[in-house]
Antibody, heavy 116, light 106 residues
Framework: QVQLVQSGPEVKKPGASVKVSCKAS????????FSWVRQAPGQGLEWMGY????????MYAPKFQDKVTLTTDTSTTTAYMEMRGLTSDDTAVYYC?????????WGQGTLVTVSS | DIQMTQSPSSLSASVGDRVTITCRAS??????LNWYQQKPGKAPKLLIY???SLLSEVPSRFSGSGSGTDFTLTISSLQPEDFATYYC?????????FGQGTKLEI
């Protein structure tokens, strides 16, 4: 069965970077891309960007264009989201989602806390 | 960016009720509209894609309709497990924006 397993919670200081992983299994990794979505505490869902695994094409929401890098590693069937210049506003749960028309399978979420 | 506006923001209902949630896009998105259900502490779950296509494992009491800028999610007979927050999302053009959510409460 399809599974997306994300890396564990992170605590970072302002200005630091974080890299969240999303290990995929149960399907052909190159057949679907990934979207990344975040959710601040008590808030709604915010789409951050998308990466196509087959061709590496990326799309980013404008506010994340210069802050986030999405990558994949086909040898380990893992997707990554790296965010730089963290501020307290980046405290949120970060989700990866396999993209098929919409996000049809999701990781469990990774809590990133930014605090001095 | 395309703005997605859901109404209502919250809704009180009872088991067995018929419920409709509306999502409006700030410009046409044809039928590139997805609906998700999210329960507290859990990842969202895709219910409907392309405005009206139900995922195979989703109960048939859920249905979606609409095209262009106006869309609806209908739950024909609420079950206890349906109390959750629902989000629409457009996938017509990047960024794939979400609505603000509709919290469905008892």
């Amino acid at each position: 069965q399809v599974q997306l397993v994300q890396s564990g919670p992170e605590v970072k200081k302002p200005g630091a970077s974080v890299k969240v992983s999303c290990k995929a299994s149960g399907y052909t990794f190159t057949s679907h891309g990934f979207s990344w979505v975040r959710q601040a505490p008590g808030q709604g869902l915010e789409w951050m960007g998308y990466i196509g695994v087959y061709n590496g094409n990326t799309m980013y929401a404008p506010k994340f264009q210069d802050k986030v890098t999405l990558t994949t590693d086909t040898s380990t069937t893992t997707a990554y989201m790296e965010m730089r210049g963290l501020t307290s506003d980046d405290t949120a749960v970060y989700y990866c989602a396999r993209w098929w028309h919409g996000g049809d399978y999701w990781g469990q979420g990774t809590l990133v806390t930014v605090s001095s | 960016d395309i703005q997605m506006t859901q109404s209502p923001s919250s809704l009180s209902a009872s088991v067995g009720d018929r419920v409709t949630i509306t999502c409006r896009a700030s410009q046409t998105i044809t039928t590139y509209l997805n609906w998700y259900q999210q329960k507290p502490g859990k990842a969202p779950k895709l219910l409907i894609y392309a405005a009206s296509s139900l995922l195979s494992e989703v109960p048939s009491r859920f249905s979606g309709s609409g095209s262009g800028t106006d869309f609806t999610l209908t739950i024909s007979s609420l079950q206890p497990e349906d109390f959750a927050t629902y989000y629409c999302q457009q996938s017509f053009t990047s960024p794939y924006t979400f609505g603000q959510g509709t919290k469905l409460e008892i």
